[in-house]
């Protein structure tokens, strides 16, 4: 168990539609960070939050992206207009003590 | 920039054989290393990390990296692999944002299999 879980696990949808996913920790965390997996890659950094602020994006957050962290707790990531490179595993992440991350379970998002 | 290369991708032992994954990073600042492993069907688990110290690192089942300095490595170790080990194994570099806050960058993987 690493303190966080993410929703939903599977999320299949087709190419142009809109897809948002949720990340709950389970307690209070100042940093929640956004990864992104492809197959046969390790992940990828996508964005970050401290506290309810975004302080970080990659340019792999293209602007169809947007994240939000509203009161510092969950955080959610909403994809616009799919597309089929879209398809990935999206990893939520918490930090521990000495820079390490621990990752949720993901969601894996399939565009058809 | 920072950067990550693992340079086995696919990697086959037999139960009890030892087991060296590289891992070679880039990175110019303060230096933590990890290595993550994610057994089939679940999520990314932390296996160890380096924050100082003691270049020799050992985490969870029988594991262990060397911090390499002068050789820019954090190569991972186990003496005698069980099937149980089979899984893909991701090496990481912390690097710190300009304005503050932190990311991982992962190498690619290594997907290793320890067969009976």
């Known amino acids: 168990d690493t303190g966080v879980s993410q929703d939903p696990r599977h999320k299949i949808t087709k190419r142009g539609q809109n897809v948002t996913f949720r990340c709950d920790p389970i307690?209070?965390?100042?940093?929640l960070y956004w990864y992104r997996q492809t197959l046969g890659q390790g992940p990828e950094f996508l964005t970050y939050?401290?506290?309810?602020?975004?302080?970080?994006k990659s340019r792999l957050l293209s602007d169809r992206f947007s994240a939000e962290r509203p009161k510092g707790s969950f955080s959610t990531l909403e994809i616009q207009r799919t597309e089929q490179g879209d398809s990935a595993m999206y990893l939520c992440?918490?930090?521990?003590?000495?820079?390490?991350?621990?990752f949720g379970p993901g969601t894996r998002l399939t565009v058809l | 920039a920072q950067s990550v290369s693992q340079h086995n991708h696919h990697v086959i032992l037999s139960e009890a054989a030892s087991l060296e994954l590289g891992c070679n990073y880039s990175?110019?600042?303060?230096?933590?290393l990890f290595w993550y492993v994610q057994y089939p069907g679940q999520h990314l688990q932390l296996l160890l990390k380096y924050f100082s110290g003691d270049p020799l690192v050992k985490g969870i089942k029988g594991f262990e990296a060397e911090f390499i300095k002068s050789k820019f490595s954090f190569n991972l170790r186990k003496p005698s692999v069980q099937w149980s080990d089979t899984a893909e194994y991701f090496c990481a570099v912390n690097a710190y944002f300009t304005g503050g806050g932190n990311k991982l960058t992962f190498g690619t993987g290594t997907q290793l299999k320890v067969e009976l």
């Open positions: 939050f401290q506290n309810e602020a975004q302080l970080e």
């Open positions: 990175y110019g600042g303060t230096v933590n």
């Open positions: 307690s209070e965390h100042n940093r």
């Open positions: 992440a918490l930090p521990g003590g000495y820079n390490e991350q621990f």
